[in-house]
């Protein structure tokens, strides 16, 4: 099981610690992105402080997480900065200390500055543990 410790557990194969990373995120990740061109994946080893007296991952971390990959998905498809207007997750499963998380979203439309995007949270490679579905708004400045 990975500690959490300054040593990280091996960074998945296609996988990179992600560039763009704001305090909150550099804070709780790290999390890390696909490197493959079109590949809009992200992915989290869930760590000790990622979790809860259950010894799971919070709930409030999985939507952390979250947000951030389809915030991510939103910026691969319209090259803009944007702030969540609506987030909504739904939770099958519990996330245990060790395991590596994977979203994997999709963008559902981009309409007048508005997205609507979705994500599965997969543990595994295949096992739904979440769903998140968000709307975003661009907004008109592009990243620093």
Request: glycine content about 10%; aromatic content about 10%; proline content about 5%.
């Amino acid at each position: 099981m990975p500690a959490d410790t300054p040593s990280q557990p091996q960074i998945p194969a296609g996988f990179e610690v992600s560039k763009s990373r704001g305090p909150f995120t550099t804070h709780n990740g790290p999390v890390y992105r696909a490197t493959e061109r079109g590949d809009i994946r992200s992915g989290l080893w869930v760590l000790d402080r990622h979790c809860n007296s259950m010894g799971f991952m919070h709930g409030g971390m999985v939507s952390s997480f979250a947000d951030g990959a389809l915030a991510w998905a939103v910026w691969d498809a319209t090259r803009k900065m944007s702030v969540t207007l609506k987030l909504t997750i739904s939770y099958f499963g519990t996330i245990r200390q060790g395991t590596w998380l994977e979203a994997v979203p999709e963008v559902l439309s981009v309409n007048d500055g508005v997205v609507h995007v979705w994500a599965n949270l997969l543990v595994g490679g295949d096992k739904v543990a979440a769903r998140a579905d968000a709307t975003f708004r661009t907004l008109r400045r592009t990243a620093k």
